[in-house]
């Protein structure tokens, strides 16, 4: 469920007057809501650098943001309340955000590792948790003022020449092969150039998911496409 647990959403729905239900049922706007407020706000990440708010974040929703700012906290060898307030925000001032990434990741794994239940869920929280300061690290590291690549968008008549040829192409053999062929490589170029732009674009949600949403539709589209005309071409050969 994201990590929202069924305590925290019969919770909100209770402050807002509203039957509570099973949390399997929770909309995407409630779980967007939820973190914005049960989470995001009690970690300030509006106030934390980019990288190390992801950083924190994801250690509220899995522990909670009293547990993950204690951790932030103790990287910062400061008073470790569960409370960022401005003492703490004061002491990131001339610090490394990766190496409060690092430290703060640091101090999460190893307090999982102390809990009873680590035989079972070691594999898991331990992939979670160096996901984590993969994504942080470069979020910190990703410059920001550098401008995106220039898109070359094809002219109206040249869409509707490489169209025909297209079509064309499908009605034989090797076409309709290489059409396929051509909606796999579509499929890597669109990774290769998420992977490219990700140090230049803060993926954050929802554009982390509209971005994905896009690139998917993308292939789904052309492998439908390639389908299509390769049908159309064994039925004329028929």
Known sequence: MKGVTQRVYDGWRKRRSVPTRSV?????????????????????????????????????????????????QRALDVSAD?????????ALKGRAVTEIIEATCDR????????????????GWSRRVAEVRSVARRMALAPRDRALPPVTVPKPGEVAKARAADTKLSRTPEGAGGLLAGAGGFAAV???QAERLAPLVDFSAPLKWLFAALM???????????LRRIRAGEATAC
């Open 24 to 72: 399997r049922l929770i909309a995407a706007a409630e779980v967007e809501a939820i973190y914005r407020v049960q989470y995001w706000d009690a970690i300030r990440g509006d106030d934390l650098p980019g990288g190390l708010d992801y950083c924190v974040f994801d250690a509220a929703v899995n522990s909670g943001p009293g547990q993950a700012a204690k951790w932030l």
């Open 82 to 90: 569960g409370q960022i307030g401005e003492a703490t925000l004061a």
């Open 108 to 123: 999460r794994l190893a307090m999982l590792r102390g809990l009873r239940t680590w035989k079972t869920f070691g594999v």
């Open 190 to 192: 669109i990774a290769e």
């Open 216 to 226: 998917l539709a993308g292939v789904v589209l052309t492998l439908h496409g390639a």
